[in-house]
């Protein structure tokens, strides 16, 4: 029963480095979406997702790149880490926007130095 | 001025108090609310799910959404020491939107 699975679950990296927070759903959701909660903004949507090759731009995109090869898997690229981009990121899905709840991993924590 | 708006606490009430959680909304296309539990270091845990007007009960809890005052309200009956952690409000307008917004928090503390 893992729902949501997020990896890592904290990483440090410096500025102008690249890396890819993994996604993994088992529910087989169809929609799939990565935001960022930063203290007082809230969540913030990033990227969204509504199946395999559908991908879509949120409030936040900037400097992130997504790409949904299979329907269980969704990966954030940074492809520059910059330090406005330190802040804990979240996956979640559902099985269709909007009129579903999302559920949620347990987050990536990310600093930025 | 935010599509939600979510007072962020501290809230600090004494065990087995009744506790109110609010949100208020100006988009009167949402139609679905959601309330979310997050305890530090974790990610939000969906708590309650409700569809336009009405009562939504769950044990302990009671979701209450009045779409003509754009108001939306969760009850914690005989609050414990574990519901200590941030509520978060969610609301949509409906299927075909990926358009999920969320309030930023209340933090409740329930004193032991």
């Known amino acids: 029963n893992a729902g949501v699975t997020q990896t890592p679950k904290f990483q440090v990296l410096k500025t102008g480095q690249s890396m890819t927070l993994q996604c993994a759903q088992d529910?087989?959701?169809?929609?799939m979406s990565w935001y960022r909660q930063d203290p007082g903004m809230g969540l913030r949507l990033i990227h969204y997702?509504?199946?395999?090759?559908?991908?879509d731009q949120g409030e936040v995109p900037n400097g992130y790149n997504v790409s949904r090869s299979t329907t269980e898997d969704f990966p954030l690229r940074l492809l520059s880490a910059a330090p406005s981009q330190t802040s804990v990121y979240f996956c979640?899905?559902?099985?269709?926007?909007?009129?579903?709840?999302?559920?949620f991993g347990d987050g990536t924590r990310l600093s930025i130095l | 001025q935010k599509e939600v708006e979510q007072d962020p606490g501290p809230l600090s009430v004494p065990e087995g108090a009744i506790v109110s959680l609010n949100c208020t909304y100006s988009?009167?296309?949402?139609?679905?609310f959601m309330w979310y539990r997050q305890y530090s270091r974790k990610g939000p845990e969906l708590l309650m799910y409700?569809?336009?007007?009405g009562n939504k009960e769950d044990g302990r809890f009671t979701a209450q959404v009045d779409k003509s005052s754009k108001y939306i309200s969760l009850f914690i009956r005989d609050s414990q020491p574990s519901d200590s952690a941030t509520y978060l409000c969610?609301?949509?307008?409906?299927?075909?939107?990926?358009?999920?917004?969320f309030g930023t928090g209340t933090r409740l503390k329930v004193l032991a």
């Open positions: 409700t569809y336009s007007s």
């Open positions: 529910m087989n959701h169809e929609y």
């Open positions: 969610a609301m949509s307008e409906g299927s075909g939107t990926y358009k999920y917004i």
């Open positions: 997702s509504v199946g395999a090759g559908i991908t």
């Open positions: 988009n009167s296309a949402f139609q679905y």
């Open positions: 979640a899905s559902s099985y269709v926007s909007g009129d579903q709840p999302q559920h």
